[in-house]
């Protein structure tokens, strides 16, 4: 049963993964929460302006971010005005768009196939969405293109990372190389980029590198916005997969400055792990392991990324797994602490999936309530998905159902809380066949997310210097204060902003304030005479 399940997972991932869709029955609807709304803010409808067939782009596996003008962008992973060739004809390389509050949408760069009609050295298929740097640029990678001769997993060009503009103006940053290369780089990131304290972006590639003579078990790297690239660590550099293969998610920076992340593979049993990655080194936290006559009980094959809540604890789900059942397996939810110590919080259980859904692709967020939020890609009572609320002790709510027709289906993405406090949620199909993906607004009356300080740079200085305040839920902020003087700022993304030392500031603490509330900084800023 292992190899069927491992052949089964290989083969939807990557491009394969990209062009799939579930055709599932429709149920009638039940168990939903009646005191949540959902509203479908705008649908990727097939349109024939392009030879794909989807102008605007199709197929959303990536969450949405919101900048900081107050719009959303994100990527779809095909369709488009490019003309990439998958199995089922012209499909589109891939975009990145940009969304209003009011649902207006716009592609603001179409990927496509260089002039020789073979390769897209600018990159093809990005299904990681998109991280808004203190530039106010936004940066992203493919999981394909590039280097048409690097290949990775059958795919030729093995993806790149990128920058752009809110406008639309790309730049490459980096093209992957794969193992195969002189130098064995990484290859195929699937992934999301992380913003990290240092000022870099760090990343994971599903496949290359070449460790012990094991290729394409993937990589973990970082990247500066002006494009310097390293190689940070490759998976099999332990023994076989004892570290870990194949990391599908980001990862997370945690509170004491470690990275933390999954791999979808590799482990004790190739079922996957949540890893450690500090130092140089990456450390399994736990490896999720099969065990005779119960298959996989903490669950198998992560695609998620992790989540660290306000407990210090971490978080996160898997696509496969559990022991509800002695059959279906549909996946778990699981807390684990920075030392290793896991704990299974929740069998997503597929005898009565209709209730609490299966298969949970996307992370979880911790939303202002404090409470944890996600979904599921399949289950509920159209079998096309679920929205769920999980407390930290373990209490799990299914708030809503897809229909599969009128509001989307199989959400694979992180649920996003926006400024005002609702979750914008993005679906990547439905079975109506003109409709490839969804953007969701949820409302269940969640506060708006108050602002959080880690750090100031620098932490001293005259009137009239900048200062850049780094911390989280920064878009629609609305007051900075030194030591209680109003200062002039500029927000440069939700993890970003820019204050002048006003005239009059003393030494003290830095205070951000937005609709949610305030946020007061941990160090003081001394002023300089």
Known sequence: MTAKIQKLKIATLLIILIVATFICPTRAQSGDNPTASLKVIY??????????????????????VQGADGNFYGTTAIGGSG???????????????????????TVIYNFNLDSNGSTASNGAYPTGGLVQGPDGNFYGTTSGGGDATATCNGNIGCGVVFRITPTGVYTLLHTFAGALAKIPDGGSPVGRLLLASDGKLYGTTFSGGNANGLENQGTIFSITTSGGYTLLYTFGTVTATADGAHPYAGLIQGKDGAFYGTTQFGGN?????????????????HSFDVQPGQFYPDGAYPYAALVQASD??????????????????SGTLFRITKSGTFTKMWDFNATNSSVNGIDPYGALVQASD?????????????NAGTIFQMTLTGALTQFFSFDSVTDGAYPKAVPLQVSNGTLYITTS??????????????????????????????TSGKVGIKVTVTGKNFVGTKAVKFDGTSATFKVRSATSIVATVPTGATTGKITVTNTGGSAVSTTSFTVLP
Not at 56 to 64: A, I, K, V
Not at 312 to 323: H, I, L, S
Not at 370 to 382: E, M, P, R
């Open 370 to 382: 404090g409470n944890l939020y996600g979904t599921t890609a399949q289950g509920g009572a159209a």
């Open 429 to 458: 199909t439905t079975t109506n066949g003109t409709d490839q993906g969804d953007i969701i607004q949820f409302a269940n009356g969640l506060a708006a997310p108050a602002p959080v300080v880690t750090r100031l740079s620098p």
């Open 83 to 105: 003309l990439c060739l998958g199995p089922f004809g012209v499909q589109g390389c891939g975009t990145v768009f940009k969304l209003t509050p009011a649902g207006v949408q």
């Open 43 to 64: 649908r990727f409808l097939q349109d024939n302006l392009v030879q794909s067939g989807y102008s605007h782009g199709e197929y959303l596996y990536d969450e949405l």
């Open 269 to 285: 049993s190739n079922s996957g792990t949540v890893f450690k990655y500090s130092g140089g080194v990456a450390t399994v936290l």
């Open 312 to 329: 210090g604890n971490f978080y996160g789900v898997t696509t496969f797994g559990g022991t509800l059942t002695t059959f279906f397996q």
